[in-house]
């Protein structure tokens, strides 16, 4: 074989590998520059965004910034908070918008995709209208229901599609079994549903604790942490900003490979039966 | 809860009806069935037999009659508050519980003591003591199918419901699996009600078959009474084959009916005439049809006919089975098993048919002929 012709099979051989790996640089080098920074000592530098020397400084003393810790503990706060009211609120309605019939049905389920479709910045401003008009004082309770509110529709979307998809002749044979209605849902619907619920869950907080716009208009005087970063873009982002992305992704990435051991766990049961 | 003695223990229907919005499944049927029979309830596919089941299992309420199991009348008990349990067609198994669990569920509804033994037997019965700690979804169909049906055993119900419990497996599980089921019910003793659109399962498991039929009982009876002596052209067609002939009633003649059938006068007990007008259908299975060369002697003192023409031969090896037209047109099904002791007809040939009498039926000329042929 010519050198060419084996130069050109390598080529053809190792192509798909090599695309995989560059859009997975892609992927991950904006996190890879979070982590390394996180390590990052700028000294009197005003270029926050050069490394210069190595440093565990930010890792013993994430809390040195003024007021950043305070709105990381809002934004874990509200996000919280939102998370369990609007997964609540959110399974009820897609239990009943799936398993029960009413006038409107199918109107219900076209208005609670419209939180998803229209635009944050619109969404944020008719809120803050709202609160205005309606003399609410903006802060903790104005975030909370704006969050709330944006989450609702992704919960009910998420924990409806599960719940269409669950055998209805489960919880038939659990009546069959002797299970009355309660026995019957917390025995079987609810334990098979809750991967959605969780998922709505994990959903729900990502969305609150990353929301800028919607936050931003009805926030009045408090600070969550993706305004507080915003805010300290302008002279310089410190570099515990980047100790709380390392930290979030570390707790994203546990979350996920979790999940994926599981899986494979499961999938390994399956496959010596 | 009736738990009496065992003669008070049978399920009664009646004039049970069901309407849907759009349509009525079940038209006030009377069924009784005693306890630890075999049940067949036999037909196709929306001829509204899973209804019947499912109100019998409480999954659906009847919009008129009453069902009762001994004297307890369950038609508005809730499905856990009465005494049957069902073998899901899907099988309907939990998915997040073990096998183990899945056959435990009614018993811990049920506070029952003793559990553990309960579901170890169990689970030796219908031999999966060894995947008792597997999931469902790692089960194989008919593995699955027998956790399904130990799920509804272990509760020792009055009455067992099988809503096509075999419909996902393969021919040759079925097979085994209708067996099984039947070895499992003379076992335990229990009431099985079998809803199947298969009529040789039916006939293969169940001590009485009912045939429905849009919504009505067309037939009940024993599976070879059924097979042997039907009384409507939907039962002659769907369990089985049959040829049937028009006619025109003559007259009794002691045990017999005379019938004029295209010209030649045919007999018919009159225990299998099933007309009420001057015309009829007259029945005859394939195989109780005999064919023989032109002038040949036939060993069957009976209905004689002549002038047929093979139009058909299909040779399946445990029988031939022959088309023959006959002179007024018709072509009627023939089967004869390979005995060797006969030899084959060619297309073409023409030959004498014949059969004895008391193998013949008469149906009412109303009726539908092509009701309950299936289309493939």
């Not at chain 2, 223990?9 to 006030?28: I, Y």
Request: proline share 5%; glycine share 8%.
């Amino acid at each position: 074989m010519s050198p060419i012709a084996r130069t050109w099979r390598w080529i053809r051989e190792h192509v798909v590998l090599a695309l995989g790996l560059l859009v997975l640089t892609y992927m991950f080098v904006p996190i890879a520059v979070v982590v390394l920074m996180s390590f990052n000592d700028p000294g009197k530098s005003k270029n926050v965004y050069t490394f210069r020397h190595f440093t565990l400084h930010n890792w013993m003393h994430p809390c040195a910034p003024a007021g950043m810790c305070h709105s990381v503990g809002l934004s874990l706060g509200i996000g919280l908070l939102a998370t369990i009211i609007a997964t609540i609120i959110g399974t009820m309605a897609a239990f009943g918008m799936v398993r029960h019939e009413f006038a409107g049905r199918s109107l219900a389920n076209t208005v609670i995709f419209l939180p998803m479709a229209s635009p944050e910045i619109v969404m944020g401003s008719s809120l803050l209208a709202l609160f205005v008009s309606t003399q609410v004082a903006l802060g903790f309770v104005t975030i909370l229901i704006a969050h709330v509110m944006f989450c609702l529709s992704f919960v009910v979307v998420t924990v409806k599609a599960r719940l269409t998809g669950l055998d209805d002749n489960l919880e038939q044979a659990a009546m069959d079994l002797y299970a009355n209605e309660t026995e019957t849902f917390w025995r079987v619907t609810f334990p098979l549903v809750l991967p959605g619920i969780l998922g709505a869950a994990l959903l729900s907080f990502s969305l609150s604790f990353d929301d800028y716009i919607i936050t931003n208009l009805n926030a009045g005087q408090s600070t969550t942490f993706p305004m507080f970063v915003w805010g300290a873009a302008q002279r310089g982002v410190p570099m515990q900003v980047n100790v709380i992305g390392t930290v979030m992704f570390l707790i994203a990435i546990t979350l996920v490979l979790g999940n994926e051991l599981n899986n494979r766990r499961q999938a390994r049961a399956l496959a010596t039966r | 809860m009736s738990q009496a003695s065992d003669g008070s223990r049978s399920l009664h229907l009646s004039q049970v009806t069901k309407e849907f919005a759009a349509f009525t499944a079940v038209k006030s049927i009377d069924l009784e069935v005693p306890h630890g029979s075999f049940f067949a309830l036999l037909g196709p596919s929306g001829c509204g037999k899973t209804t019947t089941l499912r109100m019998v299992a409480g999954l659906e309420t009847p919009t008129s009659g009453s069902i009762r199991i001994g004297d307890t009348d369950i038609t508005y008990a809730k499905p856990y508050q009465r005494p049957v349990n069902t073998v899901f067609q899907s099988y309907a198994l939990f998915p997040h519980l073990d096998i183990y669990e899945n056959v435990a569920f009614g018993l811990r509804r049920r506070r029952s003591p003793e559990v553990d033994r309960q579901v170890k037997e169990m689970l030796e019965l219908v031999e999966l003591t060894s995947q008792a700690r597997k999931k469902p979804p790692q089960l194989s169909g008919g593995q699955q199918q027998r956790v399904a049906l130990a799920r509804a055993l272990i509760n020792r119900p009055d009455v067992l419901l099988l809503d096509e419990p075999l419909g996902a497996l393969d021919l040759k599980l079925r097979r085994a699996m209708q067996l099984e089921l039947k070895r499992i019910q003379t076992e335990v003793g229990l009431t099985f009600i079998h809803v199947t659109h298969d009529q040789e399962e039916a006939m293969t498991m169940a001590d009485t078959i009912a045939v429905m039929n849009a919504g009505e009982i067309e037939q009940m009876g024993a599976p070879n009474d059924l097979y042997e002596n039907p009384k409507t052209t939907f039962v002659a067609n769907f369990l089985g084959q049959s040829n049937l002939i028009a006619g025109k009633v003559l007259g009794p003649d002691g045990d017999f009916v005379k019938v004029d059938m295209h010209g030649v006068t045919v007999s018919i007990p009159v225990s299998r005439a099933h007309a009420a007008g001057a015309d009829g259908w007259i029945g005859i299975r394939p195989e109780k049809v005999l064919i023989a060369a032109v002038g040949e002697e036939i060993d069957a003192p009976g209905n004689h006919l002549d002038g047929g023409i093979v139009t058909d031969v299909s040779f399946v090896g445990v029988s031939t089975q022959y088309l023959v037209r006959m002179p007024w047109g018709q072509e009627l099904q023939v089967f004869e098993q390979n005995t060797g002791r006969r030899r084959l007809f060619a297309k073409g040939e023409t030959v004498d048919l014949s059969w004895r009498p008391e193998y013949a039926f008469l149906l009412d000329a109303s009726q539908d002929v092509t009701a309950g042929i299936e289309d493939d």
